[in-house]
């Protein structure tokens, strides 16, 4: 029956896996153990592996400086392996014996927002959401430009690729913490995905202005500016956590709502400063963005004209009708 060694880390993750056939194998630090180890804790020749003549594996130490402990912590110089998956630790390193014959867990389907966000793995895809981002910035930048900084609006270009880097953080603190979590990080899906979200409101930013220069004060008008947004940041931290590898879908879901929440909480930590300056909204956009035809210039001042009529008329009977003495 042929063993297998399996090399894991301090948080016990699998980081090297070897499979004999042989009733002998040398486990130590020299290269010509069949197992080799990187821990300079551990001795050249440190310990053996052999297979008895019933078919007993055992592990026995080779009189190493700092020993060889089983999963009880206990230091030991000959340990019988009666199951399937026992651990030893030789100086720093553990490892694991598994039999070939031990039944492997059950396949895990791949995830469907894993699947989902395969386009994010896409090099051009990134450099067009980098170039549409840049682009948008850059027209900000022109359009916001008055006064002095009218002629100089260029310079803040330098701007954009400060921007685009510190909105990686985000990204690049997922990748870490699934690195440390022994995932893949995804680095660059991550990135993608925390671009996509920006162009996304993006968009969003420019089609709550067309809605508000049309229905500014609709109901459905206020229920989008508040769905939509929240749409967005829950699937963004859903994903994210998502392309991590994050087992706890509990947990998971806490941390997209904790940090999703922060866009309702925004609001009310704003009113909670005094705003000295005079607050409005104005949504100025070409006549041509309205749904509705405008209303031509004799059209409406002929209807104010009648308003104002209607109101004289209203206010001259109120007074006849103060007037008047009583019978």
């Known amino acids: 029956m042929a063993i297998l060694v399996e090399l894991l880390n301090a ?45 007993q594996w055992q592990l026995s130490d080779l009189d190493s400086v700092n020993g060889t402990r089983n999963s009880q912590g206990q230091r030991v110089n000959t340990q019988a392996i009666s199951q399937s998956g026992q ?10 014996v598994i039999f070939s014959d031990q039944p492997v867990a059950a396949t895990q389907p791949l995830s469907k927002s894993v699947e989902a966000l395969r386009l994010l793995s896409s090099v051009p895809y990134l450099l067009l959401l980098i170039l549409l981002i840049s682009l948008s910035m850059a027209f900000d930048f022109w359009l916001g430009a008055i006064g ?15 921007i685009l880097l510190a909105c990686a953080i985000w990204p690049a603190f997922l990748a870490l913490w699934a690195r440390f979590s022994a995932h893949e990080p995804r680095l660059r899906q991550q990135v993608a995905l925390t671009y996509s979200l920006i162009l996304l409101w993006v968009l969003w930013d420019m089609l709550s202005s067309w809605l508000n220069f049309n229905v500014n004060n609709s109901g459905i008008n206020l229920v989008l500016h508040q769905l939509v947004p929240a749409i967005l940041l829950l699937s963004f931290f859903w994903l994210g956590f998502s392309l991590m590898s994050m087992k706890k879908r509990w947990l998971q879901g ?11 909480l925004m609001p009310y930590l704003q ?57």
């Open 11 to 55: 948080h016990g993750k699998v980081i090297g896996l070897h499979k004999f056939t042989q009733s002998q194998i040398r486990i130590g630090r020299a290269y010509d153990n069949d197992v080799i180890l990187l821990d300079p804790h551990s001795c050249a020749e440190h310990a053996l592996l052999t297979l008895d003549d019933e078919g």
């Open 148 to 162: 002095e900084q009218a002629n100089n609006w260029h310079r803040q270009l330098l701007l954009i690729p400060i």
């Open 254 to 264: 806490l941390l997209t709502l904790s940090l999703s929440s922060l866009f309702w």
């Open 87 to 96: 651990e030893f630790t030789l100086g720093k390193q553990r490892l694991r």
């Open 271 to 327: 009113s909670a400063t005094p705003q000295m300056a005079p607050q409005y909204q104005s949504q100025l956009l070409p006549a041509g963005w309205l749904w509705r035809s405008p209303t031509e210039m004799e059209q409406f001042l002929q209807d104010s004209g009648n308003i104002f009529a209607k109101a004289q008329q209203q206010t001259e009977a109120a007074a006849a009708n103060e007037t008047e003495p009583d019978n």
